[in-house]
């Protein structure tokens, strides 16, 4: 397995931006496609975004399409989440998780980081 390490989090006005990194240690990186999730107060955790092995393809949820943008550093072992445009709905713990595919259902991915909060006031 590989072990995932969020950073980034923080409170950011409405409007905003704010990049989060998810770097990676132990098993070969690129072996890996990534995701970020996420997890508010009283919801059920949501796919958020997540790229292929090689940055070759990237899936978006809905709600952040067009705001959030995936990208992964293969030499640095690290995936990064642009949020531009933020909205107090975006709101959560955001989590990066590895796995074989890009996929979006979480039982899909095999290592999970512990999480980093983003608070987006209004």
């Known amino acids: 397995q590989v072990q995932l390490v969020e950073s980034g989090g923080g409170l950011v006005q409405a409007g905003g931006s704010r990049r989060l990194s998810c770097t990676a240690s132990g098993r070969t990186f690129s072996d890996y496609a990534m995701g970020w999730f996420r997890k508010a107060p009283g919801k059920e955790p949501e796919f958020v975004a997540a790229?292929?092995?090689?940055?070759?393809?990237?899936n978006y949820a809905d709600s952040v399409k067009g705001r959030f943008a995936i990208s992964r550093d293969n030499a640095k072992k690290t995936i990064y989440l642009q949020m531009n445009s933020l909205k107090p709905d975006d709101t959560a713990v955001y989590y990066c998780?590895?796995?074989?595919?890009?996929?979006?259902?979480?039982?899909?991915?095999?290592?999970w980081g512990q999480g980093t909060q983003v608070t987006v006031s209004s």
């Open positions: 790229i292929g092995r090689s940055g070759e393809s990237a």
């Open positions: 998780a590895a796995g074989e595919s890009p996929r979006i259902e979480p039982f899909e991915y095999e290592s």
